[in-house]
């Protein structure tokens, strides 16, 4: 059974940092890109990052309003995705989820709150 | 960037009624590979997003056939024959042919 557990999220000050861990299973983890996606309260889903695999360099790739803040990470030994998110705005708030490339599955998501 | 034009934002149906939602690409999506990325998805009430159909027509395992989908280049639909209960939430159509990734804004699917 395929299963993915983000973890790490919680109340954040403006400017600080957190880094969101997806535990996965039940799967080659290494053998596939991993996306994050992020949903504001109440908003729509958007796009943050993506990972590709060893065969594709483990090449990373960022949405326009996270790109310089965001880092996406992969230990494909523990088979975890990691989201580095710094410099935290308030606009950062939301739920934000692990998915596998193919948007098969999803995990139950992390939610982040930034506020002082 | 890639917008997707989703119709109609919100969409109120009896059981048992057949629904269409429409999803409308600002360029094509047809990849060179000869794939169009354009995924359906989703997402009820305190939930994840959950896939529905991928690559425009295919269905995702376990999902039902009530659902299916259609469309190429920059015109998609998502039809619902005989809308069921379970069904209410939020539908999101998604692009992975051209980067960044976008999604469209979404249509909610109430039940009368």
């Known amino acids: ?27 080659t983890f290494s053998d596939y890109w991993m ?7 109440g908003k729509g889903l958007e796009w943050v990052a993506e990972i590709r695999n060893k065969a594709n360099n483990y090449a990373t790739y960022y949405g326009k309003s996270v790109k310089g803040r965001f880092t996406i990470s992969r230990d494909d030994s523990k088979s975890i995705v990691y989201l580095q998110v710094n410099s935290i705005r308030s606009e950062d708030t939301g739920i934000y989820y692990c998915t596998i490339h193919y948007f098969d599955y999803w ?9 002082s | 960037d890639v917008v997707l034009t989703q119709t109609p934002p919100t969409l109120s149906a009896t059981i048992g009624q057949s629904v269409s939602i429409s999803c409308r690409s600002s360029q094509s ?15 009820r009430p305190g939930q994840s997003p959950q896939l529905l159909i991928y690559s425009v027509s295919n269905l995702e395992s376990g999902v039902p056939n009530r659902f ?8 998609f639909t998502l039809k619902i024959s005989g809308v069921e209960a379970e069904d209410l939430g939020v539908y999101y159509c998604m692009q992975a042919t051209h980067a960044p990734l976008t999604f469209g804004s979404g249509t909610k699917l109430e039940i009368k």
């Open chain 2, 29 to 43: 999506l047809l990849d060179s590979d000869g794939d169009t990325y354009l995924n359906w998805l989703l997402q």
């Open chain 1, 35 to 41: 996306e994050w996606v992020r949903q504001a309260p």
């Open chain 1, 107 to 115: 995990g139950q998501g992390v939610m982040v709150t930034v506020s």
């Open chain 1, 1 to 27: 059974e395929v299963k993915l557990e983000e973890s790490g999220g919680g109340l954040v000050q403006p400017g600080m940092s957190v880094k969101l861990s997806c535990a996965t299973s039940g799967f």
């Open chain 2, 68 to 75: 299916s989908g259609s469309g190429s280049e920059t015109d």
